[in-house]
T-cell receptor
């Protein structure tokens, strides 16, 4: 049963620390998304990749966030330094490129910055 | 630009009844896809159903059906025979070339199924 795998599932960290979230997309999917979900803002698109190339990261605070795909089986989202306002659920999702294809979500990484 | 609007922040339905969750969208794309996702209290995002803009028939998946009215730009989700396990947040979303093929979400509708 193919699924998007995210690690860690839960993370509590102190303000100022670096946080790295990892995602393994479904094999064969060439499009990867990072979303952030909070009560106040709902689901926000942070960044997305096609064939490992970043297409749009305009939703991401550039000074502290970075997203990469070192290879087709791994996407990373890094926050350095983390702040309490970064506390949220971070979802990775993957799918095929064209609009008619479903996007599948991982279970999310629940981040708390204290 | 793409926009999804879900005007019902919360809905109640009695078990075994049918319920319709509203979704309207705005796009200038001739080709696009519409999706519904379910997010239970455990937090995961579960894909429910897909409708393509050129599909002639309304999509159905088990107890879920999508009432697609292209001229009105609406894509309402109908859940038949509601179950307690249907209590969750439901999101409508769309993808289209004009939006860079990214998935744009509405604000969601919280559905509560009651005995």
């Amino acid at each position: 049963d193919a699924r998007v795998t995210q690690t860690p599932r839960h993370k509590v960290t102190e303000m100022g620390q670096e946080v790295t979230m990892r995602c393994q997309p479904i094999l064969g999917h060439n499009t990867v998304f990072w979303y952030r979900q909070t009560m106040m803002q709902g689901l926000e698109l942070l960044a997305y990749f096609r064939n490992r190339a970043p297409l749009d990261d305009s939703g991401m605070p550039k000074d502290r966030f970075s997203a990469e795909m070192p290879d087709a089986t791994l996407a990373t989202l890094k926050i350095q330094p983390s702040e309490p306002r970064d506390s949220a659920v971070y979802f990775c999702a993957s799918g095929a490129w064209t609009y008619g294809n479903t996007i599948y979500f991982g279970e999310g990484s629940w981040l708390t910055v204290v | 630009a793409q926009k999804i609007t879900q005007t019902q922040p919360g809905m109640f339905v009695q078990e075994k009844e049918a319920v319709t969750l509203d979704c309207t969208y705005d796009t200038s794309d001739p080709s696009y896809g519409l999706f519904w996702y379910k997010q239970p209290s455990s937090g995961e995002m579960i894909f429910l159903i897909y409708q393509g803009s050129y599909d002639q028939q309304n999509a159905t998946e088990g107890r879920y059906s999508l009432n697609f009215q292209k001229a009105r730009k609406s894509a309402n989700l109908v859940i038949s025979a509601s179950q307690l396990g249907d209590s969750a947040m439901y999101f409508c979303a769309m993808r289209g070339r004009g939006g860079g093929n990214k998935l744009t979400f509405g604000t969601g509708t919280q559905l509560k199924v009651e005995l």
